[in-house]
């Protein structure tokens, strides 16, 4: 068996696989944006529904989370200035219920924290019912370590992890 008619399949195929080259695109499409939530949709424009969670998180701007100190559940001065915005917002909307959520660091007995994520969420609603907020509008729930924000274990995650968070529900 002769090897030159093995060469000359081989050579003849490189050169037909050569001619093959790739199409240029003339347009790509768009690069896609970020998803709306809760919006709709006007023309070419997105619009944030007034009274949906979507609402609520781009008015309060971050102040939808209250932080607190390891092992405690007190409000503090800063706490007050994020939940008076959320007591604002619910005021304007007074079909609108909220949940507040209580979260821990990691540290410390699933007990321990699932109670103290609820002492947490207890005090931000205890807050807001005092700024007016009738009670029956707010629910409260613990995950205590059970969801953290940040996935470490250094104080700058625990003081994050360290929190009581407010949803919209409808």
């Known amino acids: 068996m002769s090897l030159k008619p093995n060469i000359v399949l081989v ?23 970020p998803a ?6 006007q023309g070419s424009q997105t619009r944030i529904v007034p009274g949906s969670q979507a609402d609520f998180s781009n008015r309060m701007a971050g102040l939808d989370t209250i932080y607190f100190d390891t092992d405690q559940f007190d409000i503090d001065d800063e706490d007050a200035v994020a939940l008076r915005r959320q007591a604002e ?3 304007q909307y007074p079909a609108k219920r909220a949940r507040i959520e209580g979260y821990t660091d990691e540290r410390g007995t699933r007990e321990y924290n699932l109670a103290l994520g609820e002492r947490r ?13 009738a009670e ?9 370590k059970e969801r ?15 929190r009581a968070v407010t949803l919209t529900i409808d």
């Open 11 to 33: 050579a003849a195929l490189a050169l037909s696989v050569a001619g093959c080259g790739k199409k240029e695109v003339d347009t790509l499409p768009p690069a896609p944006g």
């Open 36 to 41: 709306p939530i809760q919006s709709q949709n």
């Open 89 to 91: 917002w619910l005021r």
């Open 121 to 133: 969420a207890t005090a931000a609603r205890n807050y807001l019912v005092s700024l007016g907020i």
């Open 136 to 144: 029956n509008r707010l629910t409260v729930i613990s995950y205590g």
């Open 148 to 162: 953290p924000a940040v996935l470490d274990s250094t104080e700058a995650a625990w003081a994050r992890n360290r």
